[in-house]
């Protein structure tokens, strides 16, 4: 049997740009699928070093438009701890509240981005119409929270700028009690969608591990440094053009590959069954309501009468902190180091580069024309995703290395 090859490059409709190289058989079925991103480095965990810690939050969440909220937050919260801080309760609702409603924004995002695969013609204006209620509801809360929706300037190191207002917090659980027969009828709207689209019932199915660390925020305990190690894409690919090309390394956790993200947090916290590309999107569209009613629990939760930020020392304590952020695309991970003031090492793993190494295999098993769907059901952000890359001594061929920082 022949092997041939089907390359989609870029593949489309998610933020920055990768390229998905297929071998397929005589019948045009994956039979090795290698995913990798093609989006050129910015260097933003260079550009933060040796500089201030409060630095590192504002360059960092511009890491991603699309996902700027968990950026920050996984900044702050690896600062905080590379700094000792223990930020108080208010700052850490007012975090929470934050990322649970960015979730539900950035899932609705991802629902238009899906629409041509799922929505026939004659629904298409009112999913549209359901995407944008939906955000223009969350990014309220966003906005009033954290300053921003994009470059949130009020989340910072030690807690959160100001607490909210009791109107400010009056407004929000207005805006999000009235959005609850919205977002319902969104979620069964999405959902009926994607059960008809009818995809093969083993599209997408992986069996790698899971990477989750929470339900709605975070927990940097679930991290655990001593199982995590990073592999160069030459080693990974086996195909010498897709190593030199790829922008990524590869995060392995007890040198396996993992799957972050929605369908995973689902399974490990809530109980959902069923994996592959349908699963994916079933349990994306049901986390909205998870995160819908966190929002509400945490700013119950809420004094606004208390301290949201505490002050600290910015000379650092020179050990290693990690802050450990469930976006929604699944698990970020920052890390900083910082002595006498300075930032002195910082990394971002991010979501979507824990899932580069599980996507690719993800397509195999079917048509390389289904392929699409099985990427897109992990919502990839590869500008989130590129990480480090260097020159050679001519500085004409770039490759891949292992960057002292």
């Not at 590869?382 to 480090?388: D, G, I, N, Q, R």
């Amino acid at each position: 049997m022949n092997e041939n090859v089907k390359v989609i490059s870029p593949t489309s409709r998610q933020e920055g740009h990768a390229e998905l190289l297929m071998k397929v058989d005589d019948e045009g079925i994956v039979t090795k699928g290698m995913y990798f991103s093609i989006t050129p480095v910015r260097g933003l965990e260079k550009m933060v070093l040796d500089k201030s810690p409060e630095t590192a939050p504002v360059l960092c969440q511009r890491i991603c438009g699309v996902c700027p909220i968990p950026h920050t937050l996984a900044s702050v919260e690896a600062m905080d701890a590379a700094l000792g801080i223990d930020i108080p309760q208010a700052g850490e609702l007012l975090r929470k509240i934050t990322l649970s409603a960015h979730n539900i924004n950035s899932h609705a995002i991802h629902h238009f981005l899906i629409a041509p695969d799922v929505v026939p013609e004659d629904l298409f204006a009112t999913a549209v119409k359901s995407v944008g209620e939906v955000r223009k509801a969350t990014q309220f809360v966003v906005d009033t929270i954290a300053g921003e929706g994009i470059h949130p300037s009020d989340i910072r190191i030690g807690g959160m700028a100001r607490n909210i207002s009791p109107l400010a917090k009056e407004k929000i659980t207005e805006k999000m009690v009235g959005l609850k027969d919205t977002l319902e009828n969104h979620v069964e709207l999405i959902k009926d969608l994607v059960y008809k689209a009818d995809f093969p019932e083993d599209l997408g199915v992986v069996n790698q591990p899971l990477f989750v660390s929470d339900p709605n925020y975070g927990n940097p305990d679930a991290f655990d440094m001593n199982k995590f190690s990073e592999v160069l894409p030459e080693a990974w690919y086996g195909d010498e053009e897709v190593g030199k090309r790829a922008c990524t390394v590869i995060p392995l956790l007890d040198g396996k590959n993992v799957e972050t993200g929605p369908r995973a947090r689902m399974e490990k916290f809530a109980g959902f069954k069923g994996k592959g590309t349908t699963a994916q999107h079933i349990a994306r569209a049901e986390e909205m309501l998870v995160s819908y009613n966190d929002v509400l629990e945490k700013l119950d939760q809420l004094d606004t009468e208390a301290p949201a930020r505490k002050e600290y020392d910015p000379l650092g304590t020179g050990e290693l902190g990690i802050g450990v952020v469930e976006a929604p695309r699944g698990t970020n991970v920052h890390m900083a180091t910082v002595k006498d003031g300075r930032t002195q090492f910082y990394s971002a793993i991010v979501p979507t580069t824990w899932n580069i190494p599980t996507m690719g295999p993800a397509t195999e098993g079917f048509s390389h024309e289904l392929a699409p769907h099985v990427i897109r059901a992990y919502d990839p952000c590869l500008s989130c995703a590129t990480h480090v890359m260097v020159v050679d001594e001519e500085k004409q061929v770039l490759k891949n290395e292992n960057m002292k920082i």
